[in-house]
């Protein structure tokens, strides 16, 4: 990784009209521009496209390309950005989520002191619905001389929106799980261990915004059982007591949101 040259930013939007523009001010503040910035839309019914292509005209030093499809998941759109994208990396970015303005110029420092790296990942500010705000340190436990599945059975290592992957990786992996409503990015991460060079970046490169209305007992339900259904279907890749111990630690998390 070079430059940002070497970098197609991908980013699935779906009804985000009151969001996106700020998301996208922040890749065309960086320091150093990406390649391009891959916008897929999910089928939105509000003006979120409209924002994009104004968005677009009042920044011209930022190649921006919309891609407009039915509405078939984040997963689906992902999956087409992935493909469309002309970097040799891809840089995912959440439609509501935001990057400080360093974070492409550190994130190209640090492939030049880890060159066999295929996989960055970055600190992130957790910020809540009710506005406050603490530091999310992905790297905190992580160790390099254990199995990467074994470690991301105890918890997610990564975020969407902090990782920078190789391109032909993710392909060749086949991309997210488009059946999957939630769970997507976890699933994936679990598919791409195999060879995986991960370099986690120390530092706070962007924001995760947490937004109302984000968690219901509805959605909770249905995240927990996506999510069931991403450690069975991974469940070989570990020990049978790291298998069962990580079902009940998040069956324990869960049971926390519906009594609450």
Known sequence: MNSGKDISVVIP?????????????????????PLE???VDDGSRDDT??????????????????IREKHRGPGFARNVGIKAAKGRWVAFLDSDDLWHKNKIERIISASKLAPEANFFCHNEIHRLADKQETILDYSVGYRNDLPLASQLFKRNLFSTSAVVCQKDRAIEVGGFDEALSSAQDYEFWFRMTPGLKVNFVREVLGVYV?????????KIWRRYSNLLKVL?????????????????????????YWIM
Request: charged letters at 20%; glycine letters at 4%.
């Open 13 to 33: 939007v779906y009804e985000a009209a009151y969001f996106i523009k700020l998301t996208l001010q922040t890749i065309a503040d960086q320091s150093l521009l």
């Open 232 to 256: 069975f279907r991974h469940r070989k890749l570990v020990t049978r007591k790291i298998f069962i111990g990580s079902v009940l630690r998040n069956s324990a998390a869960y049971m926390y």
């Open 49 to 66: 496209c409209k924002v994009v292509e104004d968005f677009c005209q009042k920044n011209p030093h930022l190649d921006v390309r919309l």
């Open 210 to 218: 947490e937004r109302p209305g984000n968690i219901s007992s509805g």
């Open 37 to 39: 910035v891959v916008i």
